[in-house]
């Protein structure tokens, strides 16, 4: 069963900061990886999808970067705002149906 | 554009009382997923499906049972509820390794 550990569980960060938020699985047999966000009290959203054979995606301020083989991605936020306070949530994908695992998530708060 | 939409958004029940949560999806998707989300425990998947007709068991199945009749709807049912199985319950669907979640139902059972 696939285990997925999110470090750290909580941060609080000055705006303008760099933040790095980290997750590791068990199982490096996985098909990909998705990075999520989720606000207090809503769904989530997906914010970088990386395919297994690839080292990193990006998406504006966002970089998520793959190492299968140790079991570890990471995701990097540029110049962080009060706006992306939210929970982020890290799910490594296990096999061709779409099934992902689940970390406990970063509750990231920027301060204005 | 809806996405993925669940009802009811919230819902209180009393023990051993039973209850169908409802998923429905417009984009197509083959695959759908029920997930429950509990404090610090991230979410756990209960049941999935590979499309209509077919439907398999996650991490905590018990005391959950599906159906997928169509490509889009995928309820849950409760059959009979547990305090245990207060929680927030999180439908998604998907297609290219890429989830879509709905809003979620907040279930509380006294």
């Known amino acids: 069963k696939q285990e997925v550990t999110q470090i750290p569980a909580a941060l609080s960060v000055p705006e303008g900061e760099n933040l790095v938020l980290n997750c590791s699985f068990t199982d490096s047999a996985i098909y990909n990886l998705q990075w999520f966000r989720q606000d207090p009290g809503k769904g989530l959203t997906s914010l970088l999808l990386i395919q297994s054979s690839q080292r990193e995606q990006t998406s504006g301020r966002l970089n998520a970067s793959l190492d299968k083989s140790s079991g570890r991605s990471t995701l990097y936020i540029a110049a962080s705002q009060p706006g992306d306070s939210a929970t982020y949530l890290c799910?490594?994908?296990?096999?061709?149906?779409?099934?992902?695992?689940f970390g406990s998530g970063t509750k990231l708060n920027v301060k204005p | 554009n809806a996405g993925v939409t669940q009802t009811p958004k919230f819902q209180v029940l009393k023990t051993g009382q039973s209850m169908t949560l409802q998923c429905a999806q417009d984009?197509?998707?083959?695959?759908m997923s029920w997930y429950r989300q509990d404090p610090g425990m991230g979410l756990r998947l209960i049941h999935y499906?590979?499309?209509?007709?077919?439907?398999d068991q996650g991490e905590v199945p018990n005391g959950y049972n599906v159906s997928r009749s169509t490509t889009e709807d995928f309820p849950l049912r409760l059959l009979s509820a547990a305090p245990s199985q207060t929680s927030v319950y999180f439908c998604?669907?998907?297609?290219?390794?890429?989830?879509?979640f709905g809003a979620g139902t907040r279930l509380s059972v006294l």
């Open positions: 799910a490594p994908g296990g096999d061709n149906f779409n099934k992902f695992y």
């Open positions: 499906s590979v499309g209509a007709g077919i439907t």
């Open positions: 998604a669907s998907s297609q290219g390794g890429i989830q879509y």
């Open positions: 984009m197509n998707h083959e695959y």
